[in-house]
């Protein structure tokens, strides 16, 4: 199954990727073929094992291939300066480390800089303008003066999303978001994804997961690997079959769709 069938420009490719661990020698991914293009919204699925976040770290300009080639934003990954690349991306992860007593305002400011904590001197009036408008957007403003460490777990994920949209990235990855999140914040995240990519129509996003629950309707591809390789990439609608999450995942599984969102339970037979 061929990857994105989109028009957009390429946003990430990699190509014939391989990365093995360097002191054992262990394959994490093997020959992985995948393009991204502006506009899309990628599900990166697969079990535990299956190389999603290695994967996710290439096109983030975190973690290099052994082999193949990698281009994000323009730029192949051997030949730039990943600290400018990196700051083009924008990355959401509940492990992020953030300081408990700043504000969401400071929050989302310290994705200007770069920076774990604030470099206050850095900010002008315009950029503490556009923090204001991106907790606005995402529907946090009365977040902008509570301390990050009483926030409940979405109130931090569209904090932290917020924080990634401050250098205004073509390419918004994330890694697990809805980890640990009741039903109400899942439900909000899911809103806030539907709304960026309504709103940011040339924004490409890659959202690894476990649960087809958590995918907003927005989503319009999925990757899923298993073991290191390419199981399927495409539409999802193609991707998201009974057979191939099956396959994926090495038991049944049965797949439904209502009104955009996706279910997968266990099933009893194939």
Not at 166 to 176: F, Q, T, Y
Not at 203 to 231: D, F, M
Not at 240 to 265: I, N, Q, S, Y
Request: proline content about 4%; some cysteine.
């Amino acid at each position: 199954m061929n990857g994105s069938t989109g028009h957009g420009r390429v946003v990430a490719a990699l190509d014939g990727v391989r990365m093995a661990r360097y002191t054992t020698g262990q394959v994490i991914l093997d020959d992985v073929d995948w393009t991204v293009r502006t506009g899309e919204h990628w599900a990166l699925l697969g079990p535990n094992g299956a190389g999603k976040t290695s994967t996710l770290r290439i096109v983030g300009a975190l973690a290099f291939p052994t082999t193949g080639t990698v281009d994000v934003l323009g730029h192949r990954l051997g030949r730039v300066d990943v600290r400018e690349l990196r700051a083009l991306i924008g990355h959401v992860s509940p492990s992020q480390r953030v300081p408990m007593d700043l504000t969401g305002h400071a929050v989302v400011l310290t994705g200007h800089s770069g920076t774990v904590q604030p470099l206050w001197r850095t900010y002008g009036a315009e950029v503490r303008g556009r923090a204001h408008e991106l907790l606005a957007e995402l529907q946090v403003e009365d977040l902008a003066d509570r301390p990050y460490g009483v926030c409940s777990g979405g109130q931090r994920a569209r904090l932290l999303i917020a924080r990634a949209l401050m250098a205004d990235p073509g390419l918004l990855l994330l890694d697990e978001p809805f980890n640990a999140l009741d039903l109400p914040s899942r439900e909000d995240l899911i809103d806030t994804m539907r709304h960026l990519a309504a709103s940011r129509p040339e924004l490409a996003t890659v959202t690894v997961t476990h649960h087809l629950e958590e995918l907003s309707p927005a989503i319009t591809h999925a990757l899923l690997l298993r073991e290191g390789r390419v199981l399927a990439r495409g539409a999802v609608e193609d991707v998201l079959t009974r057979d191939l999450m099956t396959a994926c995942f090495g038991r049944p599984v049965e797949v439904t769709r209502h009104a955009g969102r996706w279910l997968a339970r266990s099933g009893d037979s194939v």
